[in-house]
């Protein structure tokens, strides 16, 4: 009897699991990510009759309150409790109609960082997001003066706002959060070091300026690269610096 009545406890604790597991299935990640918090906010309705969007970059975005609110029902992405990567959810979200331009896709950048800048918090992390948006606009224009321009640049320029926004996110907010306390300086100066030899190595291959006007090129890109070192004043903008640097501007 004992036995019996064992089994039927056990039955009914994998019963219980089972259906404990199902539930969990069926909430997307998604859903997951979206739970109320700060988001909630962000998520209400519109008040004003139009919206102003001004950027660090003094880009401007002006939406119509039906406009607006239908981007932020079209796009929960926005307000996910666990932000990513730009790109990333770029891509992952297929925004290839409404944001599926070159131009529609700094748009998509501009906006992601407008909501997540007031997640973060826009006064209180104001230093820290001009130091990476100067940060990534120096390793744009490096690179933009590598290749003689071109239009990925151009692009990329209004895109630093989201990259940085993203990168005041993973920012640590305590002391406690810093596992990396050692001095950086040799670390940086083999970063600074490494640009500073790339611009030798390009100036060799550079055929386009020539004589005085490639003298006046290379103290110009070594200017740029000073001004970076005297930005990256510790690990956190060091490995972001390098990991915009590496991600984004690949050349053969």
Do not use: W
């Not at 089994?7 to 109320?36: G, Q």
């Not at 609110?69 to 992405?77: A, C, G, L």
């Not at 940060?135 to 990925?152: D, V």
């Not at 070091?193 to 005085?212: A, C, N, P, V």
């Amino acid at each position: 009897m004992k036995s019996i009545l064992h089994i039927l406890i056990l039955a009914l604790v994998l019963l219980s699991c089972n259906n404990k597991a199902e539930k969990i299935d069926k909430t997307t990640t998604t859903e997951l990510d979206t739970l109320p918090k700060i988001e909630d906010d962000l998520k209400k309705e519109t008040q004003q009759d139009s919206v102003l969007i001004t950027t660090e970059l003094k880009d401007t975005l002006i939406y119509s309150k039906k406009e607006f609110d239908k981007i932020k029902n079209n796009h929960p992405e926005f307000f996910a409790r666990f932000p990513i990567n730009p790109d990333q959810l770029y891509f992952n979200e297929n925004n290839y109609g409404e944001f599926g331009s070159e131009a529609g896709q700094d748009t998509y950048y501009i906006l992601y960082a407008y909501f997540l800048k007031q997640k973060n918090g826009e006064q209180k992390y104001e230093k820290e997001r001009k130091k990476l948006i100067d940060i990534y606009l120096k390793i744009n224009s490096l690179f933009g003066h590598f290749q003689y321009g071109g239009t990925y640049f151009g692009h990329q320029h209004k895109r630093i706002l989201g990259y940085a926004e993203y990168s005041i996110y993973l920012l640590p907010k305590d002391k406690n959060d810093i596992e990396k306390t050692y001095d950086i300086s040799k670390q940086k100066n083999l970063y600074i070091k490494s640009l500073k030899q790339l611009i030798r190595d390009e100036s060799k291959i550079d055929f386009y300026t020539l004589g005085k006007e490639k003298n006046k090129r290379t103290k110009k890109l070594y200017k740029i690269v000073d001004e970076l070192d005297k930005l990256i004043t510790d690990n956190f903008y060091l490995r972001r610096a390098q990991e915009f640097h590496y991600a984004h501007y690949e050349y053969y």
